[in-house]
């Protein structure tokens, strides 16, 4: 019979801290993985799971069946190492099915800078840019041809 004497904001503060406490153990039930510590911190499952999905790349082989024309452009350049999805995004659906568009191609500065800013990580045969040095208020693209760099549009 103590406990109904003890002041009403103990009895209110005890049960919320149930609740919370209740709550906290009913949610780690339902949200965490049943795979979560078999390794430590990692859940045992995690490559599984990451080795699942299939890849969607289509390869530069699947692009060449339709747009060999731009391939042997391309192959004279310096982009002629790099897949057309690099760029061009994942194009997998498209090469399946020519009726589904292919990804849009915005060409933002950010696409380009990706690769050719400036950065000491990078090699230096690889042409680097400073954007605030090079730019001349124009998108790369105002300059530069994407498939024929050195080519002015």
């Not at 510590?37 to 799971?49: D, I, K, N, P």
Request: aromatic residues 8%; contains cysteine; hydrophobic residues 40%.
């Amino acid at each position: 019979m103590s406990f109904f004497k003890m002041p009403p904001q103990i009895v209110r503060l005890v049960l919320l801290v149930l609740l919370v406490g209740g709550s906290y153990a009913v949610a780690r039930m339902l949200l965490v993985p049943a795979s979560f510590g078999e390794y430590g911190w990692f859940r045992g499952a995690a490559l599984e799971e990451l080795a699942a999905p299939k890849p969607v790349l289509a390869g530069m082989k699947a692009c060449d069946e339709c747009h060999s024309e731009i391939l042997q452009k391309v192959a004279k350049y310096e982009h002629k190492t790099l897949s057309c999805e690099s760029c061009h995004g994942f194009s997998r659906p498209h090469a399946d099915n020519p009726d589904v568009k292919a990804p849009k191609v915005k060409f933002a500065d950010n696409d380009c800078l990706s690769c050719h800013q400036a950065s000491p990580s990078r090699p230096l045969w690889l042409k680097q840019v400073e954007p605030l040095e090079h730019f001349r208020g124009d998108k790369c693209t105002g300059c530069h041809v994407p498939h024929q760099p050195k080519e002015i549009p």
